[in-house]
């Protein structure tokens, strides 16, 4: 069983006066190739407090999808993890979510057995 995983930012709020970007809304979504209609989403909002004159500041139309992304994967850190950890826990519970689904999904039939 085949599935897609998506990561996106879905907005993002800024200063205009600063360029700096103050919340990310973000989204993970998982989605069976086979059966398109089970899937999962993890997503959340990140609040940031940006500081223009920081070294790593980056302005808004210096702004990369994978930068801000790296943002999120990052703020889902728990305990020791990497980020990279992080982002693969939020997917393999998501991708057991599906797995789940389509389970849940391909153990049912319906119908009657004299309309055939």
């Known amino acids: ?21 103050k919340t990310v809304y973000w989204e993970c979504r ?11 989403v993890e997503g959340g909002k990140l609040r940031l407090t940006p500081d223009a004159s920081a070294s790593d500041f980056v302005a808004y139309d210096d702004l990369t999808e994978t930068t801000v992304l790296g943002w999120v994967y990052n703020s889902l850190i728990e305990g020791d993890e990497t980020a ?7 997917e393999t519970d998501r991708q057991g979510k ?8 391909t153990a049912e039939a319906s119908g009657m ?3 055939a």
Do not use: F
């Not at 998982?30 to 209609?37: A, G, I, K, M, S």
């Open 98 to 105: 599906v797995t789940a689904q389509v389970a849940r999904k």
């Open 84 to 90: 990279a950890e992080a982002k693969a826990r939020i």
């Open 113 to 115: 057995p004299w309309a």
């Open 30 to 40: 998982v989605t069976d190739d086979e059966h398109t209609e089970c899937s999962a």
């Open 1 to 21: 069983m085949a599935q897609t995983t998506t990561w996106k930012v879905n907005d993002m709020v800024r200063d205009d006066s600063t360029g700096g970007v």
